[in-house]
C-alpha cells in the first residue's frame, strides 16, 4: 500500500534556505528511495520526494523549472490517476519522454518523487496527478504550463471539506499564479464551468451523448446549483453523478460551449469503452479496456491535456492501445478458472456508476464489495447511505460484504432489500475474496467493488493466488 | 448569510412522493397503519448520508406491516401536516443559507403547528442548527433560526470530527448508548427548555465543553451524530416510531424486528477506542 496518503498537507513553507545543491539532494533522494525497496518499506514510492521536500522546501520549484517542457497537472475527485496514464501513454507515442508520479502519490512528496524518479532529471515534461486539496499548494511551487481539472465529486468530507470551498480555493490559487497555467475543465461540470469562466481562453471538454441520459439526477449528486443565483439548474441531460448538460432558468447563465467533446459512446460491459473524440479540427475513434461512463470522461480529460501540450490526438489513440496490451484486458486477473474484476469505488458516485457498469452485464452478479475506513480511504463511512445500492435489488447471485467497516457495509445492504443475498460478512479481505471466488461456478465473474485501500488487499490477495494456482497447474 | 433567490426546481427533480406496501403484512401492528414521513430539503440537506435515516424509519415500519407514506418536500413546497415524523439533515454551507430562508419564511408556522399536535421531528447537523433559535456565524452576524429547541450555535474556528459513542439521557432509556461520527463547526447550548439526548463517552458532542450530545424538547429532537445512525442505534429508530405512530394511534404494538445485524454494527462501534 502507498503511504502517501497519509501525509497531511503542510501548511507554509518554511523560511530557511540549505546550503547544498539540488545534484546532492537528488542523489540523497534517490539513495533513500533505494533504500526504501530494498528494506521493502512500501513500494520506495514517496521516500526520497519525502526527504528533499523536508530537507530543501524550495526543491519542488527547482525540479520543476528543470524540466524543458514544463509541467502539466491534473487534478479533481476521480480519475486523476487514470487521466494521468493516459496522457503518459500519449506522450510516449509522440516520442516524448515524461516524468510522472508513482500511482497515488499525489501529496508534495509524491509530486518530487515523480520528478526524481525513472526519466525525471532528463525528462521533456512532467505529468503529475495532484490530490485535489493539495493543487492550492502545489501551483505557486511547480508554476504548472498546464492544468486538467477532472470533476469534484463528495470524498472524504471528513478530510477534504465541501466542495465548494475547495473550488473557490482552486480558483483563489490559479488567480494568483505568476503565471496562470493553460486551463482545461470538464464543463459539464458546473462548479467546474465557473472556476474556469474565470480564466481567459479555458480549453472546454464534455459529453455530447443522449443515449447516455440518466433522465433524472441521482441522490448522489452535488453541484447542482446555479453559482450565479443559487437556483437549481435546470438539466437537460445528467451522465453520472451531477455531470451533464444543464442551464439556470432563473439567471440565464450557462456554461460555455465545448471545444473537446465525446460522441457515440459504446459501453462495452464491464469491460471497455469505445468512444469518438471531437474538437472543431480533430477526430479519433478510441477504445480504452476501463470500463463505464467514467472512463469515457477519463478518455477526454487526458485529450484535453494532449490538446494543451500539443500531441496529436492520433497519438493519444496509439497511447490506449499500449495501456492495453500493458494491462490486460479490464484489469481482470483469472484464479482457479474464474475472473476477477476489481473495480475501485471510493465515493457515492463512484460506487453509482461502478454499479451501472456491472448491471450491464447479462447475468446474476457475484459481489465481493470491500469498505474500508482507514485515512487514505476516509474514516467516515456515512456516505455509503448516499449510494444507491437498491438498484442491485432482483440483479445478485452472491455478496460477500468485507473490508474494515463491513458490518456497516452489510446493514446498508440489508436497508437496501439484500439481506438474501448477503453470503458472508468478514473484515479480513483476503478470506472473505477466497470465499467469494468459491460462490462463483467455474468460469464465472466475480466483481470486486472495493475502496482505496481494500483495492491494494484484493490486488495481492489476487497476485498471491495467481501465482500459487500457476505453480500447482492449470486447474488446481 | 443571505440568499437571493428561491426555487427554480428543476423538472427532473420536483417534490416526490413515494408509497410503499408492507412486504409482510400486518404482523403484530394495527390493521391498516400508515406511516407518513415528510423529507425536508432531500436534495440539499443530505451530504453525509443522513437519508439513510429516512430508509431506516421506512423499512422498519415496512418490516413491521406498515404502509409507508415519504413526502419530499423542498425549497418552495409547502409542507404538508399530515406527517407522523419530519426529517431535516445538515447540509454545504451554500445550501443551508438557502435552506435557512426558506424554512423560516415558507414552514416555520406549519413545522410549530405539526410538533404542538404531536409529530415527531428528527433533525441532524445544520437541521439541528436551523431548528435552534440562533445560530452565531464567524463574523458575529446572527441568523433567527425557528426557534422550536431553546438551543444557541455559535459558530467557532476548528472543525469538531471523529466518532462518538454517548450516554442515553432519554427518560426511559437509561443504559442504552448512541454510537455515530460528528464533523461540525457549531458549537450548540441547551437552554433551559432543552434536555440533552445523550452524554458524550467518546467524542465532542453539542459543543466539547459541557459532555451533552443533541437536545429534546417534546417531540424535537435534534443531534451531531450524522450520516445515518438510526440504522446503527435501532433502539433509537424503535422510540421514535412509537412515538411518531402515538399521535395518530391510541394503542399498538410494535413487532420486534431480528435486529442481530445492527446491534453487531452497535456493538463494534461502541467497542472503538
Known amino acids: ?476 | 448569510m443571505s440568499a437571493d433567490t428561491c426555487g427554480g426546481q428543476s423538472e427532473l427533480d420536483k417534490r416526490g412522493a413515494r408509497e410503499i406496501e408492507g412486504a409482510q403484512g400486518p404482523r403484530g401492528a394495527e390493521q391498516g397503519m400508515q406511516l407518513r414521513i415528510c423529507h425536508l430539503y432531500p436534495e440539499l440537506m443530505s451530504t453525509y448520508g443522513d437519508r439513510g435515516n429516512v430508509i431506516a424509519l421506512e423499512r422498519r415500519a415496512e418490516w413491521s406491516g406498515m404502509r409507508v407514506r415519504t413526502d419530499e418536500v423542498s425549497v418552495g413546497d409547502a409542507l404538508p401536516e399530515d406527517c407522523d415524523f419530519y426529517f431535516i439533515g445538515g447540509g454545504q454551507d451554500l445550501a443551508q443559507g438557502t435552506v435557512a430562508e426558506d424554512l423560516c419564511r415558507e414552514k416555520a408556522g406549519a413545522l410549530r403547528r405539526v410538533w404542538d399536535a404531536g409529530a415527531v421531528i428528527f433533525s441532524i447537523c445544520g437541521g439541528y442548527q436551523l431548528l435552534g433559535r440562533a445560530y452565531r456565524d464567524a463574523h458575529g452576524g446572527l441568523l433567527e433560526g425557528i426557534g422550536i429547541l431553546d438551543v444557541e450555535t455559535v459558530a467557532r474556528p476548528g472543525r469538531l470530527i471523529g466518532d462518538v459513542v454517548a450516554r442515553s439521557a432519554l427518560e426511559g432509556s437509561e443504559g442504552k448508548t448512541l454510537v455515530g461520527f460528528e464533523n461540525h463547526g457549531g458549537r450548540t447550548y441547551l437552554g433551559p427548555e432543552a434536555r440533552p439526548l445523550a452524554r458524550v463517552v467518546r467524542g465532542a458532542g453539542n459543543n466539547g465543553g459541557d459532555g451533552t450530545e443533541g437536545a429534546v424538547q417534546g417531540t424535537c429532537y435534534g443531534t451531531y451524530l450524522h450520516g445515518a445512525m438510526l440504522p446503527k442505534n435501532p433502539w433509537l429508530a424503535d422510540h421514535l416510531l412509537r412515538r411518531a405512530l402515538a399521535r395518530r394511534h391510541s394503542s399498538f404494538e410494535l413487532p420486534s424486528l431480528d435486529d442481530s445485524l445492527e446491534e453487531r454494527l452497535h456493538a463494534s462501534r461502541t467497542a472503538i477506542r
Not at chain 1, 497519509?6 to 507554509?12: F, I, M, T
Not at chain 1, 455530447?208 to 441520459?213: G, L, N, T, V
Not at chain 1, 459481489?367 to 482507514?374: A, Q, Y
Not at chain 1, 481494500?454 to 493466488?465: C, D, K, T, Y
Request: charged share 20%.
Open chain 1, 1 to 476: 500500500m502507498s503511504s502517501s496518503r497519509r501525509e497531511q498537507p503542510p501548511v507554509g513553507e518554511p523560511k530557511r534556505r540549505l546550503g547544498f545543491g539540488l545534484g546532492a539532494l537528488v542523489g540523497a533522494g534517490r539513495a533513500a528511495g533505494a533504500l526504501s525497496r530494498v528494506l521493502g518499506r512500501g513500494a520506495g514510492s514517496t521516500i526520497p520526494g519525502k526527504l528533499v521536500v523536508a530537507v530543501a522546501p524550495g526543491a519542488l520549484a527547482s525540479l520543476a523549472s528543470r524540466i524543458p517542457g514544463g509541467v502539466l497537472l491534473v487534478s479533481g475527485t476521480n480519475g486523476k490517476t487514470t487521466t494521468t496514464r493516459m496522457i503518459v501513454a500519449a506522450a510516449g507515442r509522440a516520442g516524448l519522454a515524461p516524468a510522472t508520479n508513482p500511482a497515488g502519490a499525489n501529496l508534495l512528496s509524491g509530486l518530487a518523487t515523480g520528478l526524481l524518479a525513472g526519466p525525471g532529471w532528463k525528462a521533456d515534461l512532467g505529468l503529475l496527478e495532484v490530490d485535489e486539496a493539495v493543487l492550492p499548494l502545489a501551483v505557486p511551487r511547480l508554476r504548472p504550463k498546464a492544468l486538467v481539472l477532472t470533476n469534484l465529486f463528495r470524498d472524504q468530507l471528513d478530510r477534504y471539506g465541501e466542495l465548494d470551498t475547495l473550488g473557490e480555493k482552486w480558483r483563489e490559487a490559479l488567480a494568483a499564479a505568476e503565471r496562470i497555467p493553460a486551463l482545461a475543465v470538464n464543463a459539464d461540470d458546473p462548479l467546474l464551468a465557473t472556476v474556469g469562466q474565470a480564466f481567459p481562453g479555458t480549453l472546454n471538454f464534455g459529453l455530447r451523448d443522449a443515449r447516455h441520459d440518466l433522465g433524472r439526477l441521482p441522490h448522489a449528486s452535488d453541484s447542482q446549483y446555479c453559482r450565479t443565483c443559487r437556483a437549481h439548474l435546470d438539466y437537460r441531460r445528467v451522465y453520472l453523478g451531477h455531470l451533464g448538460e444543464y442551464a439556470c432558468t432563473a439567471c440565464g447563465w450557462r456554461p460555455p460551449a465545448l471545444d473537446l467533446w465525446g460522441e457515440e459512446v459504446e459501453l462495452m460491459g464491464a469491460r471497455a469503452v469505445a468512444l469518438t473524440v471531437r474538437t472543431e479540427e480533430e477526430s479519433v475513434r478510441v477504445e480504452v479496456d476501463a470500463p463505464g461512463l467514467y472512463s469515457a470522461y477519463n478518455v477526454l480529460a487526458a485529450a484535453a491535456g494532449c490538446r494543451l501540450l500539443g500531441i496529436p490526438l492520433a497519438a493519444l489513440a496509439g497511447g490506449l492501445a499500449d495501456m492495453r496490451s500493458a494491462f490486460g484486458r479490464g484489469g481482470s486477473m483469472s484464479v482457479r478458472g474464474r475472473h476477477v474484476f476489481p473495480l475501485l469505488a471510493k465515493n457515492p458516485t463512484g460506487f453509482d456508476e461502478v454499479m451501472r457498469t456491472v448491471l450491464q452485464e447479462e447475468q446474476r452478479l457475484f459481489l465481493l464489495i470491500c469498505l474500508n475506513d482507514r485515512i487514505a480511504d476516509g474514516r467516515d463511512v456515512s456516505w455509503i447511505w448516499d449510494v444507491d445500492f437498491e438498484r442491485l435489488a432482483g440483479r445478485c447471485a452472491g455478496i460477500v460484504a468485507s473490508g474494515t467497516r463491513a458490518l456497516d457495509l452489510a446493514v446498508r445492504l440489508k436497508y437496501a432489500g439484500l439481506q438474501a443475498d448477503i453470503v458472508e460478512v468478514g473484515s479480513d479481505i483476503p478470506a472473505m475474496l477466497e470465499r467469494a471466488i468459491d460462490l462463483v461456478p467455474d468460469g464465472g465473474t466475480l466483481f470486486a467493488v472495493v475502496t482505496y485501500t481494500a483495492l491494494h488487499e484484493v490486488r495481492g490477495a489476487l497476485r498471491a493466488g495467481h501465482e500459487r494456482s500457476a505453480a500447482l497447474g492449470p486447474r488446481a
